[in-house]
């Protein structure tokens, strides 16, 4: 009799557990898929030198995340290609007092992607991905503020943001 009541309750508790997987879940379309190369991204825009910056974030977080091992392209079961496609700074907050001189700037890198089977050359996966920081303007007045200095320590922050959403996107689906 006791048997017969605690046998629904412990259907109850333990089907709960029931659609859990041990282990990384991968979408679909890359379940194949174990190693991947990852070269440097294609650069479109003005720039310079942020092709091997946005190609290590993504390695980085590659390794981070575990689903998927780094390998050279010869040996990979993918290829990962990356094109940044726009860095754009806006203004975000104004100097008090005076509108025309902005204080803090939000950078945001856009790029496009596709991941390619390295043997059949079919395309897996293909989106476009953004990544973004914000950062302020270093010195008091605009004469000793160096804008350029600034955009580039900021760089690495919004190229590991850009890797986070294109490797959860690889290798969680979304």
């Not at 991968?26 to 825009?45: E, G, L, S, Y």
């Not at 946005?54 to 094109?83: C, M, P, W």
Request: proline share 4%.
């Amino acid at each position: 009799m006791r048997f017969a009541l605690l046998l629904p309750v412990a259907a109850l508790l333990l089907g709960g557990c029931a659609g859990y997987h041990v282990g990384p879940i991968k979408p679909t379309r890359m379940a194949k898929v174990t190693t991947i190369a990852v070269p440097t991204f294609k650069n479109d825009t003005l720039l310079p030198r942020v092709e091997v910056l946005l190609a290590n974030s993504v390695i980085k977080q590659f390794q981070q995340d575990g689903t998927y091992q780094i390998a050279r392209e010869n040996a990979a079961d993918a290829i990962f290609q990356g094109h940044l496609e726009q860095v754009i700074r806006r203004p975000s907050r104004s100097v008090r007092g005076n509108v025309l001189l902005t204080r803090e700037y939000t950078l945001t890198l856009r790029c496009t992607y596709e991941v390619h089977d390295r043997v059949t050359g079919v395309v897996l996966d293909r989106r476009s991905a953004v990544g973004q920081t914000t950062f302020f303007v270093s010195g008091t007045d605009t004469i000793a503020a160096d804008l350029t200095q600034d955009e580039r320590q900021a760089l690495p922050l919004a190229a590991e943001d850009l890797a986070k959403d294109i490797v959860s996107h690889l290798s969680e689906g979304w």
